[in-house]
Every structure is written in C-alpha cells, then in structure tokens.
C-alpha cells in the first residue's frame, strides 16, 4: 500500500466543530484545481491570559496532583486490548488548572483523546512561591491500557480503562518567562486570522493496519478541516473524493493525525485548513 500525504497550509476562519463528514461532495475529474474553502481573514479570538512562569525558581514548591474519581476498571476484554503512553504540554495556572494543554507525542488512536480528556479534567494544588500560587509549565506521561469492544448493533466502539492510569510529570527543562493562557474552554465560533499551524508528528502511512487495509483500492481525498487549539483534527466538510467506499478509511486517517497546534502569540488556537491524500496501491 502507498500513501501520500500533503498538507495544504492554508488557514481559514474557524466553523463551528462538527465532526466527521457523512459524504463526498464530488468535483468533477475534469478540473485541475481543488476545490476552494471558504476564506475570511475575519478575527474574534478571544484575549489571553497574560502570566509569569516560575519554572526554576528559588523556593519553588511545584504543583501537586489532586487525586480524583477513579473510573471503572475492568480487566476482562472481549474486543481489542491496546495500550501506550502520550505526552502532553500543559501549563497550571495559579489556580491549578491545566491550561494551554497540547500533544508533545501521540499515539494517532482513541488512547490520545483519552489522555487528552483525563488531563483537561485533571485539578493541581497551584505551585507556591514565598507563599503565593504561581502559574509554571509541566509535561505529563500518561500511560493506559484500555479494551476496545464493539457497541452491539451499531459501528460504534467503546473504550474502557483495563487497569488505573498511570502519570509522570516533569518540569520544562527551559521555560519561557511569560506566556499566554487560552481560555478554557476555547469558545466554539473563535475565529484564527491566518495563523499557521505547527507540523504534523503522526502521519496516515504510520497506519498501516488491518482495520485500515486498503485491499488494492485507490483514491483521492481533499478535507476541510479543523485544527484545535490542542492539536486534533476535526473533518467539517470533504471537498473532494474519487472514491466514495475508501472515503471512511481515508477520514479515519486523518481524522488521526496529532500536530502542533497554531499560536497567536503563544497562546493555542483552533485553524482551518485544507488537507489532501493519495492512496493508491502500489509495489
């Protein structure tokens, strides 16, 4: 199987997040141009939160995890097991909260978006400093090992923790001195003005599986997307598609790329983007 990928960098103004598209919109073969997405250069993103990091400092006392409620285990697995571990970027504020959360390494599956969830959830005693909270950045490993079950009656999956999750958090080894926190959450119509994003560190060829055999088929793909302010991808329209019955794998494919997300000044911002993929069977 031979994939190609490549990324049109284009930014566009943010949609509302609508999820996986539903169907191909045609282009004719014809034409030799893509097809265009919409383009404003209109901004509502909304102001940051200006803060000092004391990352290194003297006295620091750092942030403390604040044990929650542990979900149900099971070890049994009728499906899929799977496990792997995910680091995430994050900044605690001095409230305690995680902000500015981000991939740092990804898995390009289900176990990212629940290490994703685990953490935004999560809640820190704030560092102190000469009694004072303060706002410092982290790195967080997350380590799980879940079951993947087919829900009955539907194409749907769940995904369950097999045994408790498992975090090693460490300071940034050269922290800025400053920086700007995105709102939690980020506000569904913020617009991104032509921002670019950061580079994609998971790619559709890294893959290559049995759930995603392409059994000698070939296609061509072109997506409207949504790059959030953490580094997902959500596929709002397809602009383009040559082949309607590859088109689920060609969205799963994508709809798992992990990247860097686009900064406006630091701070984490969703963009739009048009993406292309070439799969073709090959040598």
């Known amino acids: 199987m031979r994939l190609r990928l490549r990324l049109l960098k284009c930014s ?36 940051p939160q200006h803060v000092r ?9 750092e942030p403390v995890l604040i044990p929650g409620e542990t979900p149900p285990l099971s070890s049994e697995c009728k499906g899929t097991k799977d496990s792997g571990s995910v680091t995430l970027s994050f900044i605690v504020d001095d409230d305690g909260q995680p902000r500015n959360v981000m991939f740092k390494q990804a898995l390009a599956n289900q176990i990212d978006l629940i290490a994703l969830q685990i ?9 102190m400093l000469n009694g004072s909270p303060v706002a410092v950045g982290r790195d967080a ?8 079950e087919q829900q009955s009656g539907s194409s749907g999956e769940k995904i369950r923790l097999r045994t408790p999750k498992t975090e090693k958090f460490s300071d940034w080894s050269h922290a800025p001195a400053e920086a700007n926190l995105a709102p939690l ?12 994003p950061g580079p994609a560190f998971t790619q559709p060829k890294s893959l290559a599986h ?15 997307l949504l790059l959030d302010e953490h580094g997902i991808v959500h596929i709002e329209k397809v602009l383009k598609s040559t082949n309607p019955k590859l088109l689920p794998i060609a969205a799963k494919m994508i709809q798992s790329l992990r990247s860097t997300p686009a900064l406006k000044d630091g701070m984490p911002i969703p ?5 292309s993929l070439d799969i073709g069977s090959g040598e």
């Open 53 to 61: 990091l004391y990352n290194g400092a003297t006295g620091l006392v």
């Open 141 to 148: 490993e997350i380590h799980l090992q879940v079951c993947i």
């Open 12 to 47: 566009f103004a943010a949609l509302t997040i609508v999820g996986t598209a539903t169907r191909a919109q045609q282009t004719p073969a014809a034409s030799p141009k893509l097809p265009r997405y919409p383009e404003t250069r209109v901004s509502n993103l909304p102001q």
């Open 119 to 127: 953490l935004l959830d999560s809640k820190f005693q704030a560092a």
């Open 185 to 196: 959450p980020m506000p569904t119509d913020a617009l991104a003005d032509g921002e670019s």
């Open 210 to 224: 049995k759930m995603l055999d392409t059994k000698g088929m070939s296609g061509f793909f072109t997506f409207g």
């Open 271 to 275: 963009v739009h983007q048009m993406e």
